[in-house]
């Protein structure tokens, strides 16, 4: 795992901003199609069936429970950020959702059939290992994780960590302070900390957005490839997308989706 930081302005309140970015998402929470266009959606189909209770853990906004919801699957969540959990709950107040994090979840042993985990595991600090055993905890035997997290990919590797350990030196070197954002995985340091929670890897697949003019990682990580709406890439973005994708989606893409089943 290699960690990123920030160094934020003085008195920059970083839970307020994500209090403000919550209300604004769901305000504007109305369409779910790019749900099914998310390239594991296939591959998570699979493990579903209409019998099944599910946890999205990390649930954020909810998206992917009012999705699954709407489909006929039983999916509850939990969320460390009592601002999402009321977010949601006043959207819909017959939403199962709690105010829990993945370190510490709030249920029984082999109570679930399914955990997901999509864009959650990175935010925690220190917490990866202890969330990956309780996701094998409250599963039953032979049920699931779907997890996505953030992948050290080839050009992170080459440029942006390198720059990142740049920054971090010359901002201490001024006396700021560094903030924990999220933790960047290696495909096989992940799946190898999956094995030794107990799980049997299914299958790991790249992971950006389906949007053929947008990346994600492209976007975040160099601003010079931004385009005029969030996550959209200008020319040189775009190329360079088809170029890294032209050898391998590894080479670019944000994260990484790992399905494994408890064994």
């Known amino acids: 795992m290699i960690p990123i930081y920030k160094f934020d302005p003085a008195n920059f309140d970083?839970?307020?901003?994500?209090?403000?970015?919550?209300?604004?998402m769901y305000?504007?929470?109305?369409?779910?199609?790019?749900?099914?266009k998310q390239s594991f959606w296939p591959s998570l189909q699979k493990q579903l069936h209409g019998r099944g209770v599910y946890l999205d853990a990390g649930c954020g906004i909810g998206g992917w429970i009012l999705f699954l919801s709407d489909r006929g699957y039983a999916v509850e969540g939990i969320d460390e950020h009592p601002q999402a959990v009321r977010a949601m709950t006043e959207y819909d107040p017959d939403l199962l959702v709690k105010i829990a994090r993945n370190d510490a979840i709030p249920y029984a042993d082999n109570k679930l059939d399914g955990v997901l985990s999509i864009g959650s595991l990175e935010y925690t600090e220190g917490a990866v290992e202890q969330s990956l055993k309780e996701f094998h905890r409250v599963l039953k035997p032979g049920g699931f994780v779907c997890i996505e997290v953030p992948m050290a990919n080839t050009l992170r590797k080459l440029f942006y960590i390198p720059l990142k350990r740049l920054q971090?030196?010359?901002?201490?070197?001024?006396?700021?302070?560094?903030?924990?954002?999220y933790y960047l995985f290696e495909k096989s340091d992940f799946t190898a900390m999956l094995t030794q929670a107990g799980f049997m890897i299914d299958e790991v697949l790249a992971h950006d957005l389906p949007d053929a003019n947008s990346h994600f990682g492209l976007y975040s990580n160099w601003p010079?490839?931004?385009?005029?709406?969030?996550y959209e890439l200008n020319a040189l973005g775009r190329f360079i997308k088809a170029l890294c994708n032209s050898i391998s989606p590894w080479v670019a893409s944000a994260g990484m989706v790992v399905i494994a089943k408890k064994v």
């Open 168 to 181: 971090g030196f010359a901002m201490q070197m001024l006396g700021r302070n560094a903030t924990f954002v």
């Open 14 to 24: 970083r839970s307020r901003l994500w209090s403000d970015r919550y209300r604004e």
């Open 27 to 36: 305000s504007a929470l109305n369409d779910f199609s790019q749900y099914e």
């Open 224 to 230: 010079f490839l931004r385009g005029a709406k969030p």
